[in-house]
């Protein structure tokens, strides 16, 4: 039936909903730039902004873009110290369609000991200078569809949703190879320390199905892809995983089934070629060898 929900869109506030429609307004012009907000948000307020641009099934952001929160004097915001501290006064977004930004290996932004940046006009106007083919990214969504079709058309018929679960998963399994290296970047390095975690490789977390290699980002969006298509409503979440004693920040996904919300990682399937079933979330918070832990920036 095609269905699809807004889970993390949904559940931000008017200022935040405001700042993420500025952004998708933006890049959907083929271009980056600068938002002024008109009141200042804290960093846990852009954690939820940048979640539902990333992650949203309605609303995933098909554009690389980096998202650069800058407070008083220029200051640029250390946006892995999440907090209520009001201070992100600006976003300058930058757009990185890497077959065309060539300038960018060419610009290094400029820090001073607090944390300014000095080259702010050279900064934004980078951003602004955005060349990005939105036809490009229109006939990839195009691709990615077909292959989500693809997959649809090959499944028996009359599956209850719990079968439909498990054949997306077997799915997932025989046909994805987790693979870092795909969103391993050579821009300028200050870039890939600010961004460790976010995505360069050319079609993003919503096209690794392309070409059959992800992380868990795009993994768990494969599978709640699918699962919204066929009338399960599905969507990535995040947090950490437990593993020898080590916290790693970790997606995986949550769905609804027979009025309950299951949880299941489709990464954990696909890394250890091993089957998994859906759990509720006390059950996902201890087992065995791996402890789940939903991060609490949305009802998850």
Not at 96 to 122: A, H, M, P, Y
Not at 145 to 174: G, H, R, S, T
Not at 262 to 286: A, F, H
């Amino acid at each position: 039936s095609n269905k699809t929900n807004s889970f993390y869109y949904d559940q931000l506030d008017e200022t935040e909903k405001r700042v993420c429609n500025d952004i998708t307004a933006l890049v959907e012009q083929g271009n980056g730039g600068k938002i002024d907000l008109t009141s200042p948000i804290s960093t846990y307020r852009y954690l939820r902004i940048v979640r539902t641009l990333s992650f949203d099934p309605e609303y995933q952001n098909w554009a690389i873009s980096l998202i650069f929160p800058v407070g008083e004097n220029n200051k640029l915001i250390d946006r892995n110290t999440i907090n209520d501290d009001c201070n992100i006064m600006k976003l300058y977004v930058l757009v990185n369609d890497s077959k065309k930004r060539k300038e960018l290996k060419n610009f290094k932004l400029v820090l001073n000991d607090e944390n300014i940046i000095t080259n702010i006009d050279e900064f934004e106007k980078i951003c602004k200078s955005a060349d990005f083919s939105t036809e490009y990214y229109q006939e990839k969504s195009k691709e990615i569809d077909a292959c989500y079709d693809e997959i649809i058309k090959e499944m028996p018929k009359n599956m209850n949703e719990k079968e439909a679960v498990q054949y997306f998963l077997n799915w997932i399994k025989d046909n994805m190879e987790y693979d870092y290296s795909v969103y391993e970047s050579s821009i300028e390095p200050y870039y890939d320390k600010l961004y460790e975690n976010e995505v360069y490789a050319d079609v993003s977390n919503k096209g690794c199905i392309l070409d059959k290699r992800g992380i868990c980002g795009g993994i768990s969006i494969i599978l709640s892809e699918l699962c919204n298509r066929v009338g399960i409503t599905a969507y990535p979440v995040f947090g950490t995983i437990k593993s020898d004693g080590t916290l790693i920040p970790h997606g995986w996904v949550a769905m609804r089934v027979d009025d309950s919300t299951y949880y299941i990682d489709p990464t954990y399937v696909c890394q250890t070629g091993e089957m998994d079933n859906l759990k509720m979330k006390n059950e996902m918070e201890r087992i065995g060898d791996r402890q789940y832990q939903l991060e609490d920036s949305f009802e998850y």
